[in-house]
T-cell receptor, first 117, second 114 residues
């Protein structure tokens, strides 16, 4: 069964460093998402991406964050200068279609746990 | 604006008890989708069910059942004859038809004791 994959499973970094979290969505999916879950809290939407551009972003997704789909298969989330409060689990998700014709659930990857020291 | 409320922060039951997890949502859209996800201690998000706003039929899947009531904006989840393996955090989520960005509730931590 197709699945969303994420690498690495755990990333430890120093405050101020740049990190790139990688995701490989399901191959025929068109919509891609990043979500964040701070330990013990709810899952929060960060950004959605379609047709090589951001379609929506939350207030969490500030200038320190960026996303791209560099090669048609990977979908990356970059945090330019990490802060302690960026420590969280980051989930990638993909979706095959949008709106009224969407009959499939979003598929979530297993997550990358980011620890900022 | 869309919002999901899971008022129960933690629930503890003894194995074989039935348990209901509450979910109340707010949306201005007439077309929307509701979800339940299970997050075991290992951390992944396990999809349980998706419901669209036009389908108010209750659903049963094994020991799991869902009660969707638009009149009260609720989408409650019942586990019958709970088992220790059901121990997890359960999230209810909502996405509006025009965009599939999901908004999650705060989650309910279910502990099932042997």
């Amino acid at each position: 069964e197709p699945e969303v994959t994420q690498t690495p499973s755990h990333q430890v970094t120093q405050m101020g460093q740049e990190v790139i979290l990688r995701c490989v969505p399901i191959s025929n999916h068109l919509y891609f998402y990043w979500y964040r879950q701070i330990l013990g809290q709810k899952v929060e939407f960060l950004v959605s991406f379609y047709n090589n551009e951001i379609s929506e972003k939350s207030e969490i997704f500030d200038d320190q964050f960026s996303v791209e789909r560099p090669d048609g298969s990977n979908f990356t989330l970059k945090i330019r200068s990490t802060k302690l409060e960026d420590s969280a689990m980051y989930f990638c998700a993909s979706f095959t279609s949008k709106g009224l014709v969407s009959y499939n659930e979003q598929f979530f990857g297993p997550g990358t746990r980011l620890t900022v020291l | 604006a869309q919002k999901v409320t899971q008022a129960q922060t933690e629930i503890s039951v003894v194995e074989k008890e039935d348990v209901t997890l509450d979910c109340v949502y707010e949306t201005r859209d007439t077309t929307y989708y509701l979800f339940w996800y299970k997050q075991p201690p290992s951390g992944e998000l396990v999809f349980l069910i998706r419901r669209n706003s036009f389908d108010e039929q209750n659903e049963i899947s094994g020991r799991y059942s869902w009660n969707f009531q638009k009149s009260t904006s609720s989408f409650n989840f019942t586990i019958t004859a709970s088992q220790v393996v059901d121990s997890a955090v359960y999230f209810c989520a909502l996405s509006e038809a025009w965009d599939n960005d999901m908004r999650f509730g705060a989650g309910t931590r279910l502990t099932v004791k042997p």
